[in-house]
């Protein structure tokens, strides 16, 4: 048999310190009595250890993932409609043609190759990660960037989705020796990258 207590120590009741009404906090003391088996004590026992494990990896680790998120960017978010990808590239700067050159579907493949790998490495950068989403057939939507700072035409604003989230996004030239960088970089020349076959 259990029983089940709730016993109060005294009475909440306001005070007033100058302009400010304050209540007093409520003391109370709950007492639960129970026939105690193993199974409980083991099951005490555990959720007592879980309790401090867990507080103890979020004092000693939260330093560490906040630094460790204060150097990453993610650019991660759900785009559903045209509007909303050419928001989010006019967000960064890029100023797009109002329909994309092209719409198509891809499939990132099962496993990366040196090409893939360096691309994903340059989505790393912005908090995107392909590796999720081997072997998924996504969508490719491919934009007219009318303002690059290298001045180069035909510069395209590509954005790959799955399932209307954004896994990447990168700024290329079609250019033989051209470039590819990240859509968050607004910079030109010396930041740049090769395109790699891949792509």
Not at 119 to 146: H, I, P
Not at 150 to 158: F, Y
Request: hydrophobic content about 35%.
């Amino acid at each position: 048999m259990s029983f089940f207590f709730v016993v109060l120590n005294r009475p909440a009741r306001p005070y007033l310190c100058g302009k400010d009404t304050r209540w007093e906090a409520l003391g109370f003391m709950v007492m639960y009595a129970t026939k105690l088996t193993r199974r409980k004590l083991v099951v005490g026992l555990l959720a007592v250890c879980a309790m401090v494990v867990g507080a103890g990896c979020w004092l000693l680790g939260g330093e560490a993932d906040t630094a460790s998120t204060a150097a990453e960017v993610s650019i991660s978010c759900k785009l559903k409609t045209n509007d909303d990808r050419v928001a989010f590239l006019r967000g960064y700067g890029w100023e797009v043609d109002e329909n994309p050159v092209s719409e198509q579907d891809v499939r990132i493949p099962d496993t990366f190759d040196a090409a893939y790998q360096s691309y994903n490495e340059l989505q790393k950068t912005q908090g995107l990660d392909l590796t999720r989403y081997q072997g998924r057939k996504c969508q490719l939507y491919v934009y007219q960037v009318r303002n690059d700072p290298s001045g180069e035409t035909g510069v395209t604003a590509n954005l790959v989705l799955y399932r209307d989230n954004l896994i990447a996004a990168d700024i290329c030239s079609e250019d033989a020796d051209g470039f590819v960088r990240a859509v968050t970089d607004r910079s030109a020349g010396d930041q740049t990258q090769t395109p790699s076959e891949g792509e």
